[in-house]
């Protein structure tokens, strides 16, 4: 009879088992006794660190490519146990067709199948159905036990950049920041907040001050939750994404967080100048050429003793004019565009007005969120109470707590995602401190340094200006501005007596014409007045935030 040859397969999951563990030696030893007894020569033995749930494993694709390549030199591969071959039944299968077409017989020693026996396949369906199960549990446990530690707002995992792993003395792990990585995220964070430059430029300043994080990690970084102390719970079957609030100490506030989120969203827009403009250039990128139509570029010319200003175009028309007279000019124009005390209170009793009938809604679905929070957590109060009384078992409250526990989930989740409305008083202290600026327009901008001027500019005129060596002109005015000019017109030509002809308004400014007072005239309720927040009340926003801000 002829003696059979067996290749010996030994494999535990992770390298970690092969080094420190004794499973493999084991293994080896109960394999090399078996072929012993049963007078089987073994070819070799293969040691393999990996996981069974598929076959992709690198010693195992070497064994066979070795048996196609000297097919008929092996008889068998041995294997302690069926779960060392494969924990996925599936697979398993395939596998074992593959080596009988190469003349290979699989055989776990521990546990033998007559494989040619028709009953004998029940068994090995057992055998390969098992590991996988335990699998499949083992993995689900995990998941629900993360699941609740994530609910718990314990951040799971590696620790993201900006804060470190640490254990307590109980064993519980947890999330710490870590400097100087944490204060250069902060740093990043204030500085979309501001809007000075744009988030690619901040990126490239903060890869230089020593933050080690690529484009798209960056940008991942910066919509991650966990920075301003939260936790995402994720999706699962039927229960929608939520955020928790987390057992780590955020590196950056709520506010600052959803702050640089309406940034990047474009809820709220920010001037991003890409290039450092000189304080003596305001006017710069803002200005067309009366001539040709391109913008008028700034730049200083060296003079005998010192540098002499200039706004200037490129092409062929040669239109250039003195940086310092153009300026003093403008400063000039900013003055017709201070509005009438009693037009900005017109103007800001109604935009309180308008922001309240904006957010009313909203407020009442907040509210009615809250008032169902408190009527569960007052069912859950009464369930505990059932249970201390006896008048429910352990089983009835479990299910009953659960039950309510999820419905309370999903109300804060809703809750969280609807934006935060501030109140009618700060809302009432932002536009009086704003209106006050307003007041004082011309003053702002001549104690305004660079940059702020460069956004009063840009949020008084959406489009660039003409100049043609003596006075502006545009084609369009922010539309607060506007509609404050046009109600300060009127006033003015009561309290004068004047003629159409003699506002103070400048009559380079073309546009449509929208009268305020009869704005103030209509109902609450009205379409007019609808339509008219829907289209001001962005542009008013912008205007004052700069003006509250300088």
């Not at 010693?59 to 092996?74: F, V």
């Not at 501030?422 to 104690?447: C, S, V």
């Amino acid at each position: 009879m002829k003696k059979q040859i067996a290749d010996l397969y030994v494999r535990v999951s992770t390298d970690e088992q092969a080094d420190k563990g004794y499973s493999q030696r084991n293994q080896e030893e109960v394999l090399r006794k078996y072929c012993s007894i049963n007078s089987i020569h073994i070819r070799k033995v293969i040691f393999e660190d990996h996981s069974a749930k598929t076959f992709i494993r690198p010693e195992w694709n070497k064994l066979l490519l070795d048996l196609r390549k000297h097919k008929g030199q092996t008889d068998l591969i041995l294997f302690t146990k069926w779960d060392r071959f494969s924990r996925n039944a599936g697979d398993a299968y395939s596998m074992i067709n593959t080596l009988r077409k190469l003349g290979v017989e699989p055989q776990g020693v521990e546990q033998p199948l007559d494989l040619s026996v028709p009953e004998n396949k029940m068994m090995l369906a057992f055998y390969l159905a098992a590991p996988e199960v335990e699998n499949d549990r083992r993995a689900l446990n995990v998941l629900y036990g993360m699941r609740r530690a994530r609910k718990e707002g314990r951040y799971m995992g590696q620790a993201p950049l900006g804060y470190c792993n640490k254990a307590r003395e109980d064993g519980r792990k947890y999330i710490t920041p870590k400097e100087p990585e944490a204060g250069l995220i902060k740093w990043a964070f204030e500085q979309l907040a501001e809007g000075r430059f744009n988030t690619e430029e901040i990126w490239r300043r903060a890869k230089a001050k020593g933050l080690d994080v690529s484009k798209p990690h960056f940008w991942k970084l910066i919509k991650n939750p966990v920075y301003c102390g939260k936790v995402i719970v994720p999706r699962l079957k039927d229960e929608e994404p939520f955020l928790v609030m987390g057992q780590h100490d955020g590196i950056v506030s709520e506010p600052l967080f959803y702050e640089v989120q309406n940034v990047l969203n474009g809820r709220k827009k920010k001037i991003k100048p890409r290039f450092e403009v000189d304080r003596l250039l305001p006017l710069k990128g803002f200005l067309l050429c009366p001539i040709c139509g391109n913008k008028l570029y700034g730049s200083a010319s060296t003079g005998c003793r010192q540098k002499y200003h200039y706004y200037h175009c490129t092409s062929k028309c040669g239109f250039r004019k003195n940086a310092v007279v153009t300026n003093g000019l403008f400063e000039k124009e900013l003055r017709k565009y201070v509005p009438h005390p009693a037009a900005v209170e017109v103007f800001q009793r109604e935009m309180g007005s308008l922001y309240h009938m904006q957010t009313k809604t909203q407020k009442e679905e907040v509210r009615a969120v809250k008032n169902k929070l408190e009527g569960l957590g007052v069912q859950l109060t009464k369930a505990r109470n059932l249970l201390l009384t006896e008048e429910i078992d352990a089983t009835d409250y479990k299910g009953m707590k659960a039950e309510l526990e999820q419905k309370i989930a999903a109300l804060e989740a809703k809750l969280e995602s609807l934006s935060f409305v501030a109140p009618q008083k700060e809302i009432d202290g932002i536009l009086e401190r704003a209106a006050y600026k307003i007041q004082h327009l011309d003053n702002l901008y001549i104690i305004a340094e660079i940059e702020e001027k460069r956004k009063l500019i840009s949020s008084i005129f959406p489009e660039n200006l003409v100049f043609d060596g003596l006075g502006f002109r545009t084609t369009r005015l922010n539309e607060a501005v506007r509609l404050m000019c046009s109600l300060d017109k009127d006033l003015r030509k009561k309290k004068e007596r004047q003629q159409e002809g003699n506002s103070e308004l400048s009559l380079k400014v073309r546009g449509m014409r929208f009268e305020l007072t009869r704005l103030a005239a209509l109902p609450p309720q009205s379409s007019a007045s609808t339509n008219f927040a829907t289209r001001a009340l962005g542009r008013m926003r912008k205007f004052f935030e700069v003006g509250a801000k300088v």
